[in-house]
């Protein structure tokens, strides 16, 4: 019994593997991407993610800091967000405004997984890539 539950599994995971879905990465770390929308006269949105996993597998929340700018004038947003990633899609959704400079309003992201330090997002008629630049979990940032 035990050999068929191994065999099983095996071919499960192999199973994923060949179908381009791998096992679900952890998500934990800081991840950067720019959503800058000129047609839309945005010139550069740089949005730095802090993520946590979460308790079951998927699952992670964390921060989000979002520096705009938009007819030369600059605007800034820190909010926090839940998310979850599964089957190589990443969804994250904002939950409440921390701070905000300037009229802009937090929106949710999906992109999917390409590899364990990318996600690739459409957003404005192109794709955008956000980047782990650490997988590290966040430090609390302190009050300046």
Same mark, same amino acid.
């Given at each position: 019994?035990?050999?068929?539950?191994?065999?099983?599994?095996?071919?499960?995971?192999?199973?994923? #593997? =060949?179908?381009?879905?791998?096992? *679900?990465?952890?998500?934990? &770390?800081?991840?950067?991407?720019?959503?800058?929308?000129? /047609?839309?006269?945005?010139?550069?949105?740089?949005?730095?993610?802090?993520f946590?996993?979460g308790?079951?597998?998927?699952?992670?929340?964390? #921060? =989000?800091?979002?520096?705009?700018i *938009?007819?030369?004038?600059? &605007?800034?947003?820190?909010?926090?967000?839940?998310g979850? /990633?599964?089957?190589?899609?990443?969804?994250?959704?904002?939950?409440?405004?921390?701070?905000?400079?300037?009229?802009?309003?937090?929106?949710a992201?999906?992109?999917?997984?390409?590899?364990?330090?990318?996600?690739?997002?459409?957003?404005?008629?192109?794709?955008?890539?956000? /980047?782990?630049?650490?997988?590290?979990?966040?430090?609390?940032?302190?009050?300046?």
């Amino acid at each position: 019994m035990k050999g068929l539950v191994a065999v099983v599994v095996g071919l499960a995971i192999s199973g994923c #593997t =060949a179908l381009g879905i791998a096992p *679900e990465t952890p998500m934990q &770390g800081t991840w950067t991407g720019n959503m800058g929308c000129e /047609s839309n006269g945005i010139e550069s949105q740089d949005i730095t993610f802090r993520f946590l996993d979460g308790s079951y597998n998927g699952s992670f929340y964390g #921060t =989000a800091e979002n520096n705009i700018i *938009e007819g030369g004038r600059r &605007g800034w947003m820190r909010y926090t967000v839940e998310g979850a /990633s599964l089957f190589g899609q990443v969804t994250i959704k904002p939950k409440e405004l921390l701070e905000r400079k300037g009229n802009y309003y937090a929106m949710a992201l999906t992109a999917r997984k390409s590899g364990p330090d990318k996600l690739i997002a459409p957003f404005c008629g192109k794709d955008i890539v956000f /980047s782990r630049i650490s997988a590290e979990p966040p430090v609390k940032k302190t009050q300046n």
